[in-house]
Nanobody, 126 residues
Framework: QVQLLESGGGLVQPGGSLRLSCAPSERTFSTYTMGWFRQVPGKEREFVAAIRWRGGATYYADSVKGRFTISTDGAKKTATLQMSSLNTEDTAVYYC???????????????????WGQGTQVTVSS
């Protein structure tokens, strides 16, 4: 069973930055997609960003475009979400997701990902 090892998160003031990282315990897919989703209590889980390993195609939710950057380190099989200019609306539990090759239009859909992390809390508060 593939496990996703998440790190990062925590408490930050508005306008601050945080970095989340995620690495699968084993590489199941030769060409994979890694994504980040987030969820607040009482709301559905929403897409944040995704990246495809081969070619490096990325896709972002409009709410984070220009503030968040997703990248991969192929050697370490790690996906990193660099979050900047954070605001209180970014407060949520962030989940890493790992799946096979996805085209851009498939990336925002949770059904495209096969494995999920446990989630890490991000709190933006003064």
């Amino acid at each position: 069973q593939v496990q996703l090892l998440e790190s990062g998160g925590g408490l930050v003031q508005p306008g601050g930055s945080l970095r989340l990282s995620c690495a699968p315990s084993e590489r199941t897919f030769s060409t994979y997609t890694m994504g980040w989703f987030r969820q607040v209590p009482g709301k559905e889980r929403e897409f944040v960003a995704a990246i495809r390993w081969r070619g490096g195609a990325t896709y972002y939710a409009d709410s984070v475009k220009g503030r968040f950057t997703i990248s991969t380190d192929g050697a370490k099989k790690t996906a990193t979400l660099q979050m900047s200019s954070l605001n209180t609306e970014d407060t949520a539990v962030y989940y890493c997701a790992y799946g096979p090759y996805l085209i851009i239009s498939q990336m925002p859909s949770q059904s495209g990902y096969r494995y999920w992390g446990q989630g890490t809390q991000v709190t933006v508060s003064s």
